[in-house]
């Protein structure tokens, strides 16, 4: 986890509630990416930002928004949460051809 | 499309030698990793292979054939710590596409 740092860890939402995840990285990697876990699953690429002020979706972008704030911070927003959004989220740097690093993961339930 | 394809279990005993493999279909492929997750945290980078061949990092080895879109990881002298979800992952232009993982369970 060195080096990833998420914010919560754990998070209880009652569906159509807003919320941000934070994410913040201190090794000065440009690439930053949000993953979302499902129970017995592999990781879902949410989105991505291979640079500060730039960002792309992934695999599963819908009903997410990401902010790149500056080089280390890298924000999720769930604008209108649903019970389909309950997983773990995880927060990873790095480059896909070398080592990702990720954090510790937010765990979200939606009610 | 793309898809990738592992062993949802394997079983070894302690001391024995593994082999997890992974078949992907994909277009844009620059290399396959490995990563370990225990317990639901963090994954952790096992490995990456952007060329045919083996790669060594000691117990762990990893093996890729891009001609036969497939791969495996070797664990060698398995120890109980060894007992983790593995997955496989490809380089996808720049993105990672994983697999739903391999649970790996080491007995005594």
């Known amino acids: 986890n060195a080096g990833v740092t998420q914010t919560p860890k754990f998070q209880v939402l009652k569906t159509g509630q807003s919320m941000t995840l934070q994410c913040a990285q201190d090794?000065?990697?440009?690439?930053m990416y949000w993953y979302r876990q499902d129970p017995g699953m592999g990781l879902r690429l949410i989105y991505y930002?291979?640079?500060?002020?730039?960002?792309d979706k992934g695999e599963v972008p819908n009903g997410y928004n990401v902010s790149r704030l500056n080089k280390r911070e890298f924000s999720l927003r769930l604008e209108s949460a649903a019970p389909s959004q309950t997983s773990v989220y995880f927060c990873?740097?790095?480059?896909?051809?070398?080592?990702?690093?990720f954090g510790p993961g937010t765990r979200l339930l939606v009610l | 499309g793309q898809s990738l394809e592992q062993p949802s279990e394997v079983t070894a005993v302690e001391g024995a030698i593994v082999q997890i493999n992974c078949t992907y279909q994909t277009s844009g492929f620059y290399g396959l990793s490995w990563y370990q997750q225990h317990d639901g945290g963090a994954p952790t980078f096992l490995s990456y292979n952007a060329l045919d061949g083996l790669e060594e990092t000691g117990r762990f080895s990893s093996f890729l054939s891009r001609s036969d879109s497939y791969g495996y990881l070797l664990l060698q002298e398995l120890q109980m710590k060894d007992s983790a979800s593995y997955f496989c992952a490809v380089n996808r232009r720049g993105k990672l596409i994983f697999g739903q993982g391999t649970e790996l369970s080491v007995k005594p």
């Open positions: 930002s291979a640079s500060e002020g730039t960002t």
């Open positions: 990873a740097m790095g480059l896909a051809g070398e080592t990702q690093y």
């Open positions: 090794m000065n990697h440009n690439s």
